[in-house]
């Protein structure tokens, strides 16, 4: 079964920094680009970065504050938070990107780790 | 603001046809496939639609997608009650270097 699992979501103060990690299990890692997506409380959902082997994407709302990177030797995806503000609270989901002929969608995604940013 | 235009929210009867719009632009929609995820209350999204008009196994075909210019719909028949979720389209931006997601749009089955 394909699966991701992320975890490392915590409840820090404004300013602070966290580390998520999303493991992957059931297919070729290294093969795949992944995707970090978030979802705040009530709201829609929001991608925040990509990563492929080769290539890197941030959402200017997290440019310059966040770190995506991977290790496929351990089939791990992680998101470096730095600098966080009360607005980066929400839901953190890791997406692994299919792909088929020129087309690329999320699938899966993981289950969500929850980041709350609060003093 | 999300970069794709969605209604906010959506319902029908159960054994209804619901429709659901989702606009954008020149640089992810009019150029790039689009892709629907359904996320049921409390769950992670997960894809419905890719490609523009593709199911993936197991999404039953009383779902489907169709895409015109910069515009693209998620069409749901036979609405059943387990339908009632929240629907989000989404397509690569050239202009953004990124993915761009609607605003969603919440099903109500009455």
């Known amino acids: 079964e394909v699966q991701l699992v992320e975890s490392g979501g915590d409840s820090v103060q404004p300013g602070g920094s966290l580390r998520l990690s999303c493991v992957g299990s059931g297919f070729s890692f290294s093969a795949y680009s992944m995707n970090w997506v978030r979802q705040a409380p009530g709201k829609g959902l929001e991608w925040i970065s990509y990563i492929s082997s080769s290539t890197i994407y941030y959402a200017d709302s997290v440019r310059g504050r966040f770190t995506v990177s991977r290790d496929n030797a351990k089939n791990s995806l992680y998101l470096q938070m730095n600098s966080l503000r009360v607005e980066d609270t929400a839901v953190y989901y890791c997406a692994r990107e299919a792909y088929y002929r020129n087309s690329e969608w999320f699938d899966p995604w993981g289950q969500g780790t929850l980041v709350t940013v609060s003093s | 603001q999300s970069v794709l235009t969605q209604s906010p929210s959506a319902s029908g009867t159960p054994g209804q046809r619901v429709t659901i719009s989702c606009s954008g632009s020149?640089?992810?929609?009019?150029?790039?496939?689009v892709n629907w995820y359904q996320q049921l209350p409390g769950t992670a999204p997960k894809v419905l639609i890719y490609?523009?008009?593709q199911r993936p196994s197991g999404v039953p075909d009383r779902f489907s997608g169709s895409k015109s210019g910069t515009s693209a719909s998620l069409a749901i028949s036979g609405l059943q009650s387990e339908d009632e979720a929240d629907y989000y389209c989404?397509?690569?931006?050239?202009?953004?270097?990124?993915?761009?997601f609607g605003g969603g749009t919440k099903l109500t089955v009455l």
């Open positions: 490609s523009d008009n």
């Open positions: 989404a397509a690569w931006d050239d202009s953004l270097n990124g993915w761009v």
């Open positions: 020149d640089s992810n929609i009019g150029i790039n496939a």
